[in-house]
């Protein structure tokens, strides 16, 4: 079971996720969720990516409604994480307490799910820039005071999510970013973890002790010291969607709404 400390439960703070999406059906995100974004579909009034405020609409059923119309008409859900990832990423953020054995580590926060991200978890840079843009064109309206991106690629140090990303942190805007998965070579953080000013989270093995075998490591001196902090990412328990599977995949016996992940997105 994840603990939070009460006295910081994140209260007052927007968390903004960009991955592949939300199981928005779960009830274990009570009040947290506050809207849901997609790149994959515009607003045509504005060109931007669509959103669904759930302050203003938290009316769930037309949601999916929404959703399920566009799956039917564009073979993909605007919202909903056919992946699992996201849904994943976002429980060890903000799931609600009383909900079961996974409870977020910061219950507090507001949380904003921007899908960019396919059913497969791969995406391509245009999307993802899409995404980072309407986070730095939303800061403001939003209260978006920290962008978590559980994940990334081994780029060269002039790739467009850096400056994509400073734009972002000169809103005062705090960048978490997963170290990456590459195995403990020496230098081998991700994108965008390793870009400047990001606090690139690695991973290790909670039950041992020892820095997890796939976890990227430092250094990355061009860049400062990387990665500045280390969290547990073996068997980390996680919501999970009941309606997406794959081989080995762990449940809790009682709950099927969670598994066990291990990586660097659930450090």
């Known amino acids: 079971?994840?603990?939070?400390?009460?006295?910081?439960?994140?209260?007052?703070?927007?968390?903004?996720?960009?991955?592949?999406?939300?199981?928005?059906?779960?009830?274990?995100?009570?009040?947290?969720?506050?809207?849901?974004?997609?790149?994959?579909?515009?607003?045509?009034?504005?060109?931007?990516?669509?959103?669904?405020?759930?302050?203003?609409?938290?009316?769930?059923t037309a949601l999916y409604d929404f959703d399920q119309k566009l799956f039917e008409e564009y073979h993909?859900?605007?919202?909903?994480?056919?992946?699992?990832?996201?849904?994943?990423?976002?429980?060890?953020?903000?799931?609600?307490?009383?909900?079961?054995?996974?409870?977020?580590?910061?219950?507090?926060?507001?949380?904003?799910?921007?899908?960019?991200?396919?059913?497969?978890?791969?995406s391509t840079l245009p999307y993802v820039l899409t995404a980072l843009q309407w986070v730095y064109n939303n800061t403001a309206k939003y209260n978006i005071k920290v962008l978590s991106l559980s994940w990334g690629a081994i780029e060269p140090p002039n790739n467009p999510l850096v400056p994509a990303i400073e734009a972002i942190e000169s809103k005062g805007v705090i960048v978490v970013a997963a170290a990456g998965n590459y195995g403990n070579i020496p230098g081998d953080v991700a994108y965008p973890a390793a870009a400047p000013g990001v606090i690139a989270v690695s991973?290790?093995?909670?039950?041992?002790?020892q820095v997890a075998w796939f976890s990227s490591v430092g250094p990355t001196y061009s860049l400062g010291v990387k990665p500045q902090f280390t969290a547990c990412a073996v068997n980390v328990p996680v919501l999970w969607p009941p309606y997406v599977t794959f081989s080995g995949q762990v449940y809790d016996p009682y709950d099927h709404n969670v598994s066990a992940l291990s990586g660097t997105s659930f450090s």
């Not at 849901?36 to 009316?59: C, H, R």
């Not at 991973?203 to 002790?209: A, K, Q, R, S, W």
């Open 1 to 60: 079971v994840m603990h939070y400390n009460a006295l910081w439960n994140g209260s007052g703070v927007t968390v903004a996720v960009i991955d592949t999406g939300i199981d928005y059906l779960m009830p274990n995100w009570g009040h947290s969720l506050l809207a849901v974004v997609s790149v994959f579909y515009k607003n045509a009034s504005n060109g931007e990516p669509i959103v669904w405020n759930l302050e203003q609409n938290s009316n769930i």
């Open 76 to 122: 993909h859900y605007a919202f909903l994480d056919t992946a699992g990832h996201g849904t994943a990423a976002s429980s060890i953020i903000a799931a609600q307490p009383g909900y079961g054995v996974v409870q977020g580590l910061a219950p507090g926060v507001k949380l904003i799910m921007i899908r960019a991200f396919f059913a497969n978890g791969t």
């Open 203 to 209: 991973g290790f093995d909670c039950y041992t002790g």
